[in-house]
């Protein structure tokens, strides 16, 4: 949770990308391939990428409920489809 101690954004959503500060990774829409929850927020919000990576984005070091958080990465996500923004994974 160092992000939070540097007063950095632990999420940060945009039309081109995430980035996920408590792992700081920056990663592009476009490479995103299929994002998966668990139904009872259990398990980590799952992104898995075009490369075959996956990125497990953790409610417990971001604040907010995990119903929500994953709603919002979904409808960015969705709104990207109709864009061709994106480079890679950082």
Same mark, same amino acid.
């Given at each position: 949770?160092?992000? /939070?101690?540097?007063?950095?954004?632990?999420?940060?959503? #945009?039309?081109?990308? /995430?980035?996920? &500060?408590? +792992?700081?990774?920056? !990663?592009?829409?476009? #490479? =995103?391939?299929?994002? +998966?929850?668990?139904?009872? %927020? =259990?398990?980590? !919000?799952? /992104?898995? /990428?075009?490369? %075959?990576?996956?990125? &497990? =984005? @953790?409610?417990?070091?971001?604040? %907010? *409920? *995990?119903?929500?958080? @994953?709603? #919002? =990465?979904?409808? @960015?996500?969705?709104?990207?489809?109709?864009?061709?923004? %994106?480079?890679?994974?950082?």
């Amino acid at each position: 949770m160092v992000p /939070l101690f540097k007063r950095k954004s632990a999420l940060e959503l #945009d039309n081109e990308k /995430l980035f996920y &500060g408590a +792992k700081n990774k920056k !990663i592009y829409w476009v #490479d =995103i391939k299929q994002i +998966k929850s668990s139904p009872y %927020g =259990i398990f980590p !919000i799952k /992104l898995i /990428l075009n490369n %075959g990576k996956k990125v &497990g =984005i @953790y409610q417990s070091e971001i604040r %907010g *409920e *995990e119903k929500e958080i @994953y709603e #919002d =990465i979904l409808a @960015y996500f969705n709104q990207s489809k109709s864009n061709n923004l %994106g480079n890679t994974i950082t």
